[in-house]
Structures are given as structure tokens and as C-alpha cells.
């Protein structure tokens, strides 16, 4: 089942003149995971913010579950919200450094769903279990904490209001090599677990090629090449697919 379809999309920034995404056409099945690969600046992280609808476009359409985000009303686009989220790179940037690890949970709960004290307080703690932290950090600041266990809060947060669909924008890229494979890992744990969809964004192919199904590589705001992953890599058929490709080694 088609979960998520863009068509016809296009985004320029203001003062920019060439698009950002240029005529994107694309379409992610339910349970799968979408790599979207291609260079720094080829519009990965504007492709998710358009989704999201942290930014506007120019032109196109974006159905979730046929339904047009750039299109939804506000009280429709309440609940898509809780659908879709997004883990950013960075989880130092997206965490409050006043804020302590239980209480940034417990927003969530509050600004969804309106829950009262007590319940916000177990169902955040319920978070912490499900990402591998465990209570003892309920009361921690973020400077408390490593940069994969931030990473861990920024996935919590994420699964806090039960989505389906997850854009993963370079969630390890951040981390040291040792500790990628323990986030990836519980990705792909709660992938499972909970039957999400995940657009994965990133520059590294291994990780893509380890853990994807399809995979689209974009270049300069348009997609070039897309498929099965294995395929992909085994047999690119597009020049800029072959120099990303020889560009690293593929163990
Ligand atoms: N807020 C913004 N205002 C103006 N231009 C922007 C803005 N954000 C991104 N751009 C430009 O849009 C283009 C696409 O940027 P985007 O961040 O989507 O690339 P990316 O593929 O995510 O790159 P990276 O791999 O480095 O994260 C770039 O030319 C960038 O300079
Ligand atoms: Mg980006």
C-alpha cells in the first residue's frame, strides 16, 4: 500500500534561482524503508521539510494515505502530525539544555494529548524503556548525557504520539562509528516491532545498502535513479549512481 506520494513537487528558497526540489516525483510503500541518497546540498532535508510542511513549496502535491498535506485542513493536519515524525541529525540541536530528559518527554504528552501529570509521567517513562535509556535518566539534562543516548531522546521523542512513518534526516551521521551501529540497530529493532515506514536519509551507502529496501539518489533537487537497493548498487545505471558508487567501497 502507498503510504506517502509526492507528485509534481517544487520548491525554490527565496533568492535562490535554481530549485532546491525540481519536479519530484515519488512514492514510498507502507513498512518499507526509502533511502534517498546524493551529494550535500542536492535538497534531502528540504524534500523532508516539505513533507512535513516546515517550509513552503511552489508547486506539487504530497499525499499521506491520499490525503494532500500541502492541502489539509488544520484540524486534518493535527492528526497527520502525530503520524509523521522526524529524527534530526542532530539531537544536541533539537533538545533544550534546561530542559531535563523526563520533562522534554512529557511535553509531548501534554501538547498532544493533554494528559494530566501522572499518566504523562509513566507513558514518558514507558519512552525511555522502549529506546534502551531506562528511568534513571528521567531526571537528566541533556548535558548528562553521551551523544548516542541524545540520540536515543530525539528516537523517544519521535515514537512519543505513535506515528507510522518516521524521515530519518542522517540520524547517525552525528555519532561515532561505534556507537551508529547500536542506534541502527534499535532503528531497525522498532521498525519491526512496529511496522513503521522510514524514509531514511543519508550520505553514507553502506548504511543505505545494509538496511534499506529502495533506495532513490537524488541529484540537484531531482531524482536520477531509483529501486531495489541491491540492485542499485549492484548494477547503477546512471553515471552520477557509478561515481557516488566508486566513490566509497561497498563491502
Ligand atoms: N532555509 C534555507 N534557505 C535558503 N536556502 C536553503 C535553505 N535550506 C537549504 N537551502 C539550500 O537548498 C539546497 C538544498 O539544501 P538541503 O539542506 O535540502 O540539502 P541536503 O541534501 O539535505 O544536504 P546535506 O547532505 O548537506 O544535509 C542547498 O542549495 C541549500 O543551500
Ligand atoms: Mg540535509
Known sequence: MELLKVSNLTKIYPKHKVAAIDNMDLSIDKGEIFGLVGESGC???????????????????????????????????????????????????????????????????LIHYNYPGPKRRKKAAEL???????????????SELSGGEKQRVGIARALATGPEFIICDEPVSSLDISIQAQILNLLMDLQEQKALTYLFISHDLGVVASICDRV???????????????EVFRNPQHSYTKKLLDSISLT
Open 128 to 142: 525511555l524503556d522502549m529506546v534502551g535509556l531506562g528511568k534513571s535518566y528521567f531526571n537528566r539534562l541533556p
Open 216 to 230: 532513490a539518489v537524488m541529484q540537484s533537487g531531482r531524482i536520477v535513479e531509483i529501486g531495489l537497493c541491491e
Open 43 to 109: 535538497g534531502k532535508s528540504t524534500l523532508a521539510k516539505s513533507i512535513l510542511r516546515l517550509t513552503d513549496v511552489q508547486r506539487g502535491s504530497i499525499l499521506y494515505k491520499g490525503d494532500d498535506l500541502l492541502k489539509a485542513a488544520a484540524r486534518k493536519m493535527q492528526g497527520i502530525r502525530k503520524e509523521i515524525q522526524i529524527i534530526f541529525q542532530d539531537p544536541y540541536l533539537s533538545l533544550d539544555p534546561r530542559v531535563k530528559i523526563g520533562s522534554a518527554l512529557e511535553e509531548v504528552f
